[in-house]
């Protein structure tokens, strides 16, 4: 179990449901209604579209003869890897608004969006779009680009005086 939970963690236990039914030579339907399940609920499984519950897990795992909580453990790890999926998300901006070009000095997939906040925000400020900015906005706040406008005001201040 261990080397099938392995090769497929973080797959919609469907998926795995589907080739498990082809190599067996099973028919959703029948399967489904052999084990008193609509078949609608293992064909919006093999699609993706519903998870798996403990109960059709045990089901399955004994008509599939795999070892009992197969199912379970795999629809575990697939909401494991959803919820990563999502925090990863929420690290960065949506990238498919902000252009590479306003970051060509730099290795854009390097950038951490987090820590090097200011040195983003000052560039899209400078030369960004309307779209770039609005974005900035969601994702940061406006509360912390105006901290840094004014910050870099400030600076631009004392570079003036210098001079």
């Known amino acids: ?4 939970i ?7 236990p469907g998926f795995i449901l ?3 039914l082809k190599k067996k030579g099973f028919k959703k339907g029948p399967l489904a209604l052999s084990m008193n399940e609509y078949p609608q609920i293992l ?6 579209k519903r998870g798996m519950t403990a109960a059709l897990s045990i089901k399955l795992d004994q008509t599939l003869g795999l070892e009992e909580g197969t199912m379970l453990i795999l629809q575990a790890y697939y909401e494991i890897q959803k919820e990563k999926d999502k925090r ?7 990238l498919s608004i902000i252009r590479k070009i306003l970051f060509w000095d730099t290795d854009f997939d390097k950038i951490n969006w987090q820590t090097q906040y200011q040195s983003v925000i000052e560039r899209v400020l400078e030369r960004g779009n309307n779209e770039e900015k609005n974005e900035l906005i969601r994702f940061y706040g ?3 680009i105006n901290k840094v406008t ?3 005001k400030g600076r631009e201040r004392r570079e003036t005086s210098l001079k």
């Not at 064909?43 to 993706?48: A, E």
């Not at 990863?88 to 949506?94: E, F, G, I, R, V």
Request: proline share 3%; no cysteine.
């Open 1 to 4: 179990m261990e080397k099938l």
């Open 88 to 94: 990863s998300l929420a690290d960065k901006p949506n």
């Open 6 to 12: 392995s090769k497929f963690k973080g797959i919609h």
């Open 150 to 152: 004014k910050s870099t």
């Open 18 to 20: 589907e080739r498990e």
């Open 142 to 144: 406006q509360d912390k």
């Open 43 to 48: 064909n919006d499984i093999t699609k993706g």
